[in-house]
């Protein structure tokens, strides 16, 4: 539990102030907290708990908010969600346990899964899996990193959630040469669909992200985290990628993941906004099984929408249209704050706006005399 409570970037991003001197003082507490974090502990150790903290914090706790809300308040949950009132999560207490259980399951495999590749991997190289030291990395490195494991999550989460658990034939496929009902693409087909869309047409809420069967859970949402982590950290000669980039990389995922399965509507954002609404989407129509298990009616597979649009897999809108859809927004906006400043501050060579039109009326009843 100590090693939990003394997680440096928690205490950083709980912090009650966000003045200067305040934040200043923040990186010192995080940097004499994380050296002290290394130096007392194994990077497993700090690893698996961090891992294990961030999603309870960003995943279980508000999962179960967000339950609590839609159980008790449906009235108002469902004027909230896509597809309404069919969008709630069921209200008796053995389908919730039921599902809850399921993802506590998936949550502990998946954890362990990885502790068990860590292990391995650190005994097989004698080093961490990830870079743990003192020195934190640095601002450019982070973003880059965190661009290069986004973009690789993308490219495999599309690529498994559409060809593996989807069912769809893979492009060199031929008509007449598809594999048969089977092959383990369909069995993971038949899993994903029984389990992940058992609620047949209906939106997910944010618990549902871990109740899908544990082998495709362990396919769609661990296998493209770790493994871009893994081949970034070993393809670069030095082992560069530092744990804590690794753990903001978990965070990030998590509540993203989080909030675009709780079919809100009203959550903020360009991105995320649509992330939530094409979630919503890929299950109302992946749900319909018949369509689900022969490959077709279904889309919106990856987790950010660009490689759905690249692939013309989009349904009920595309990333490109909330992209426009924001870009016309601030047109108008600025449109309108330049009619009011010419208005308000005499553009066009009026002298004055409102106050030259009404000079310019005194003018003119002042000649007519």
């Not at 009132?85 to 495999?109: I, M, Q, T």
């Not at 298990?293 to 759905?308: H, I, P, T, Y």
Request: positive net charge.
């Amino acid at each position: 539990m100590d090693i939990l409570l003394s997680l440096p970037f928690l205490s950083y991003f709980f912090s009650t102030s966000l003045t200067s001197w305040s934040t200043s003082l923040n990186l010192v507490f995080f940097y004499m907290t994380w050296s002290t974090l290394v130096l007392s502990h194994s990077p497993l150790k700090i690893e698996i708990l961090g891992i294990t903290a961030l999603r309870l914090i960003f995943w279980l706790a508000p999962s179960l908010l967000f339950l609590a809300f839609d159980t008790l308040v449906p009235s108002l949950a469902k004027d909230i969600k896509y597809n309404g009132a069919s969008a709630l999560p069921p209200r008796d207490a053995k389908s919730l346990s039921r599902l809850l259980a399921l993802a506590l399951f998936n949550l502990a495999l998946e954890t362990a899964v990885e502790a068990g590749f860590s292990l391995s991997l650190a005994t097989l190289t004698k080093s961490p899996v990830f870079r743990t030291s003192t020195t934190l990395p640095l601002p450019w490195q982070i973003i880059k990193h965190l661009a290069i494991l986004f973009t690789a999550r993308e490219l495999l989460t599309y690529t498994i959630h559409r060809y593996l658990l989807h069912g769809h034939p893979l492009p060199t496929t031929t008509r007449g040469t598809h594999t048969s009902s089977n092959t383990p693409s369909r069995t993971l087909t038949s899993l994903h669909t029984n389990h992940a869309h058992a609620r047949a047409g209906s939106p997910p809420f944010s618990l549902q992200l871990k109740t899908d069967h544990p082998l495709p859970y362990l396919l769609h949402h661990f296998l493209p985290v770790y493994l871009p982590a893994l081949a970034l950290h070993y393809s670069t000669p030095s082992h560069n990628l530092h744990l804590l980039t690794y753990l903001l990389f978990i965070a990030l995922t998590t509540l993203e993941e989080t909030l675009s399965h709780s079919g809100y509507t009203i959550i903020p954002g360009i991105v995320m906004g649509g992330m939530v609404r094409r979630t919503a989407v890929h299950y109302a129509a992946a749900g319909k099984r018949t369509k689900a298990r022969s490959g077709a009616g279904a889309g919106n597979f990856g987790s950010w929408g660009v490689v759905d649009w690249v692939c013309g897999t989009s349904l009920g809108g595309d990333v490109m249209g909330d992209l426009r859809e924001e870009a016309e927004k601030h047109r108008v906006r600025e449109r309108g704050e330049k009619k009011a400043g010419e208005v308000g501050g005499g553009g066009g060579g009026g002298g004055g706006g409102v106050e030259g039109w009404r000079g310019k009326r005194r003018g003119k009843g002042s000649g007519r005399g």
